[in-house]
């Protein structure tokens, strides 16, 4: 048996998000369809982010095993072969060791919003970016993120669906920059909650926009209480943008 | 009689390109349908670049005349309205003198051209960037670059089809910058011939990859032959970025 590492890109507009389901196409399902294609094996493939409906990928992380041996650029170039018209890209394809688990072995994952921030409607970001057409204040929202990185109980940011067992989790990063009419939004942990970034996210725009200030920010937190939460922002903006292992320089 | 200028961003993908024309949608005809649209008036709309087909803008600029004097602000809101569904978005609608023109005022265009370097196939840039697989030498690609800098005879860079009375441009800005697997290549003049910013950038290409030297670049633009350009590069990848006039800070 070899294991192998994949660095994924993804569009995640028509998929049901990477998990396999049964009301439409997943990230996960083409995948193996696409494994088995080129070697005849019918494999798991275990993600390091089970991103949503709609999210994106510019360095998911996943794994899989084969039964017989292949040249990890073999399986880089047939994968990618199989994978189209899928909007799935093998950035990278790497023998891993027996015990290297996408999931598991992950130390940190790094996730990137964007928001277009003006009141004309996308063209080529449609899909890609949340468009906001209040004037967003980026130094209250910087601010108000402040509030919410370290450890704390994050239930007020955490779906119902989220099946994590603990709602704590530590922030390492959460910052927000702006270029122009857009603002990138950068998160970091060692993992997240069930619509964490979106839910984090949302609540930084209703400060941006004055509705709410970093106290108000900091009161929801407190409350962990999901009711208290302001906005979940749409999936369209968010994308996964990698995965940190141990043995990585 | 009020004279309007727009700024627009669009996706080129799905348009002929900027010019009305009998082989499918163009930018022009589906902003003089929605300027018909809300205003009941039939006019001609200008722009500032005749991009091509598949080629994008973040800032064309546009003007048009409508008899009946309307705000600004509600010409901005019912050309948004009124493009819909397709991807071409008003960026901002001002009144304008009377003598403005947006194509024959414009004293600079400036335009940007998006390379992934990598083997994957494009996921979210599918029409937007292009892919080249083979290693890009940048410095190599911006030492070619200097050398068609200035004033020249523009030749071999253009289209057959071009219809401009004379060859010679005067290139102000030709530069390349990678980030990551994205090179960046800007271009900026008072005007540029057909084709001429794909044709410099596909030969820039084949410098980048090592099958042409700067060398080879300049014996090209010497050669005043069209039959001499290496590559034209695709129009995914081409962005107009914006027009700059007389009156502007």
Redesign the interface.
């Given at each position: 048996m070899t294991r192998y590492k994949l660095t994924l890109?993804?569009?995640g507009r028509g998929f049901v998000g990477w998990q396999r389901q049964d009301n439409g196409p997943s990230i996960q399902q083409a995948l193996e369809d696409a494994i088995e294609r080129f070697s005849g094996e019918r494999v798991a493939v275990t993600g390091a982010g089970r991103t949503d409906a709609g999210v994106?990928a510019l360095g998911q992380v996943a794994h899989f095993d084969l039964a017989a041996a292949r040249d990890p650029d073999e399986v880089?170039g047939a994968l990618?072969h199989h994978l189209?018209p899928a909007?799935?890209?093998?950035?990278a394809a790497e023998a891993a060791d027996d015990d290297f688990h996408a999931r598991f072995s992950a130390l940190g994952r790094r996730y990137r919003y964007r928001i277009v921030n003006?009141?004309?409607?996308?063209?080529?970001e449609?899909g890609?970016a949340w468009q906001v057409p209040q004037a967003l204040d980026e130094a209250a929202m910087a601010e108000a993120a402040a509030r919410l990185v370290g450890r704390h109980d994050f239930t007020t940011f955490r779906s119902v669906h989220c099946q994590a067992d603990s709602p704590v989790r530590t922030l390492d990063l959460l910052s927000v920059e702006r270029d122009g009419a857009r603002l990138f939004i950068r998160a970091a942990a060692r993992s997240f909650l069930h619509h964490q970034v979106r839910s984090m996210v949302g609540c930084l725009a209703l400060v941006g926009m004055g509705r709410w200030t970093p106290d108000d920010v900091e009161a929801a937190l407190v409350a962990r209480d999901r009711a208290q939460l302001g906005l979940n922002a749409p999936s369209d903006g968010l994308f996964f943008v990698r995965a940190d292992y141990p043995d990585e320089g």
């Open positions: 890109e993804y569009d994106h880089f990618n189209k909007a799935i890209a093998v950035l003006r009141r004309a409607p996308l063209t080529h449609l890609l």
